[in-house]
């Protein structure tokens, strides 16, 4: 083949589950590039490689799909791409239909559906390693014969797994198959009889199967699908992945809040002559770095979990578990993952909300994820309990202490479901949801899958997020550092900045629900990120503390001297709704690819904890 | 009238007669269909959701899916075998 030619533009096609995206992986080694098809949130996912002759691939694996008869956003883009009618993306040379050999019944109807778009094509026939453990029998020969396109065996999670498609690619070249009859095209109205009647002829002509399922699949199910066994299950995978977010990802938080301190620390060593610009480079930048950084161990934590679930086919079971509890609160059981992983950090939360098909399901679960309690809010959390809730024993075996916080995290579940039912009563599009969910076959996780997968995630955090984050924190920098006190300022210098003013400006607003000017400019630089609160806090009553424990330490016995006890429970049921997330925001406005989605959120979070906080502050002024 | 696979108890199995429509312009039952749900095909019923037997786990062919009451009822069956 000729190096020189133009790259070969190749499209990876198949049905969900189909091990598409372990091929395109194995092709290119794990470099490529994530983005979005313009205007909607559907991932477009293209890499390159070079086969063993040289030629240069360019390859572009679109979302999984079922059928051409589109019934989602990414089943739209697959049918247009490979019907070479997609603005925008030039139609491919070549398309790669890959098909699990395992599951032929249904994936050959797909691959027939391809062929009738007349369009060059090739078939992979992926996981024949499984295929062949279990016993079944393809005869490619007889099959490629019979469908008149290429067919090569291809092992995706297999070193070399992908040599016969290589050589195919090398090879000679296919050629666009029979021209299609115009009726042939009207996938609608063929959707049932006579594909799958070709199929059962195809099936029958070359392939044995052994039985229709894999014993282990069976065996498995029984167990994690038991009626009172299988939520047990579920139970303890959910509490274990708990342990590890905040276990595991602690230490590691710990070095990169340190690391990236003391980087701050060194280069604004360098620019001691440059107060201005120090202060900007240590405050502003390193300390949004920081933010955005903190972050990522947890979510890489959690994403390990997620990835290892979802590649090992458990993730769509406990969707089964839990679907007809959530679809009653106006969710599906696919919103149950993106709403654990909230009670980590909404960020990756809403980044996992993409399982799911219904795009009202997903906007629904992506609004109300930010009312998961996550750990974000912990810092502020115990700061309050500890100085304003007696420590004193409740029925001889609970803490009054431990029942707050529970009430807290209850609150947001509690809240979640209420937002995600009226959400349900007001949509205008009553038309049914649907559920349809494949429960693939069991899967040993392929470790390069996991980790391509999560360097995909931890890129689409660091590059959208961090970038939004970033420039959020300057600005707040900005605005609590200028303009400076005046010489013999007796107050602490944020009280003479910007954000010391909007704060005492806000005050009047937030006074009916008991806050002070102090913590109003406390929750201007905790728009950044929730935890901040506590040290902006510090820094309003001038205490000068090192790091955030220490200034929780402190300022415990300051906040319990002056604030009154309403004023205290007021914060806490503010901080249960707490819109003040700039970073959650962020990822609502790139995964939903809305602004007008960020306002709802931020609208109706802050009304909700704007009306709580109000409820409970005259409540409590009432009682006290 | 038929027995719809929305009534088949967990370990019974028959065979498809038709996908009907519930409503026209049916996403639902046109995806049911494309998915193999058409005559003659084998079905059975693997397993069922934990609160209220909802959703339904169905074999058909070499694959499983899970499917919500409302859209197992617009499967017909015939010969239901326990």
Known sequence: ?624 | MGVRLSELKKGQSAVVRQVEDAHPDDAVARRLRELGFVEGEPVRVVATGPIGRDPILVQIGFTRFALRRPEAARVVLEGVAA
């Open chain 1, 1 to 624: 083949m000729n190096a020189a030619a133009p790259a070969l533009h190749v499209a990876l096609v198949g049905n969900p589950n189909c091990g598409k995206t372990a091929l395109f992986n194995r092709l290119t080694g794990g470099r490529q590039k994530v983005a979005n098809y313009a205007g909607v949130t559907v991932e477009r996912k293209e890499g390159r490689f070079e086969t063993p002759a040289g030629r240069s691939v360019r390859v572009l694996d679109l979302p999984g799909a079922y059928s051409l008869d589109a019934a989602s956003p990414d089943e739209v883009i697959t049918r247009d791409i490979c019907a070479g009618r997609y603005a925008g993306e030039a139609p491919p040379d070549l398309i790669v239909c890959v098909l699990d050999a395992t599951n032929l019944r249904l994936h050959l109807r797909f691959a027939l559906e391809l062929k009738r778009l007349g369009r060059p094509m090739v078939i992979a026939l992926n996981m024949m390693d499984v295929a062949r453990k279990r016993g079944i029998r393809i005869d490619v020969a007889r099959l490629q014969a019979a469908l008149g396109v290429p067919v090569v065996e291809t092992v995706a999670v297999q070193n070399g797994g992908a040599a016969a498609l290589l050589a195919q690619l090398d090879g000679a070249w296919p050629g666009a198959s029979a021209a299609t009859t115009p009726g042939d095209t009207d996938f609608a109205a063929d959707a049932g009889q006579a594909l799958h009647a070709q199929v059962r002829a195809l099936l029958a002509h070359a392939v044995t199967m052994p039985r229709a399922t894999s014993a282990i699949d069976d065996a498995i199910d029984a167990v994690v699908l038991h009626r009172a066994g299988g939520l047990a299950i579920l139970a303890v995978v959910m509490f274990l992945i708990f342990q590890a977010v905040f276990t595991w990802a602690a230490p590691l938080q710990d070095a990169v809040t340190d690391g990236v301190a003391a980087a701050g620390a060194w280069v604004g060593g360098l620019l001691a002559s440059m107060p201005l610009l120090q202060s900007l480079v240590t405050d502003g930048i390193f300390a949004g770095l920081g933010t955005v950084l903190t972050f990522l161990p947890q979510i890489l934590v959690l994403f390990l979990f997620i990835l290892i679930l979802e590649e090992s086919g458990y993730l769509p079971r406990a969707a089964f578990l839990l679907d007809t509890l959530m679809f009653r609160a106006g969710l599906t059981g696919r919103s149950f993952i993106p709403l654990l992983s909230s009670f980590a950090c909404a960020i990756p939360g809403i980044m996992a909300t993409r399982s799911i098909a219904d795009p009202r399901d997903r906007l629904t679960t992506i609004l109300v994820a930010p009312l998961m309690t996550c750990s974000a809010r912990l810092p502020i959390y115990t700061l309050l309990i500890a100085a304003f809730i007696p420590r004193r024993d409740v029925l001889g075996v609970f803490n009054l202490q431990g029942i707050v916080l529970f009430v807290l995290y209850f609150a947001g579940i509690a809240s979640a479901l209420a937002v995600a039912w009226v959400i349900k009563r007001l949509r205008r599009d009553k038309s049914e949801h649907m559920l349809i969910m494949e429960l693939p076959s069991y899967r040993l996780p392929s470790p390069r899958s996991v980790l391509v997968g999560l360097w995909e995630r931890a890129v689409i955090f660091v590059r959208r997020v961090g970038g939004i984050l970033l420039a959020l924190t300057v600005l707040l920098w900005f605005l609590s550092s200028f303009p400076a006190p005046p010489d013999g300022a007796t107050q602490p210098p944020i009280d003479y900045s910007f954000a010391g003013r909007i704060g005492h400006w806000m005050a009047y607003v937030f006074a009916p629900i008991g806050f002070n000017w102090q913590i109003c400019v406390a929750l201007i630089p905790g728009l950044a990120a929730r935890e901040v609160a506590v040290s902006s806090l510090a820094t309003v009553y001038a205490l000068s503390a090192p790091n955030e424990d220490a200034a929780a330490t402190l300022l415990g016995p300051a906040i319990a001297a002056q604030w009154s006890l309403a004023t205290a429970l007021s914060l806490l049921a503010w901080y249960v709704f707490a819109p003040q997330c700039m970073s959650t925001l962020a990822v609502i406005r790139r995964e939903t690819n809305s602004w007008r989605n960020v306002w709802i959120a931020t609208g109706y979070l802050f009304g909700l904890a704007y009306l709580a906080s109000f409820i409970t502050y005259q409540v409590a002024r009432a009682l006290t």
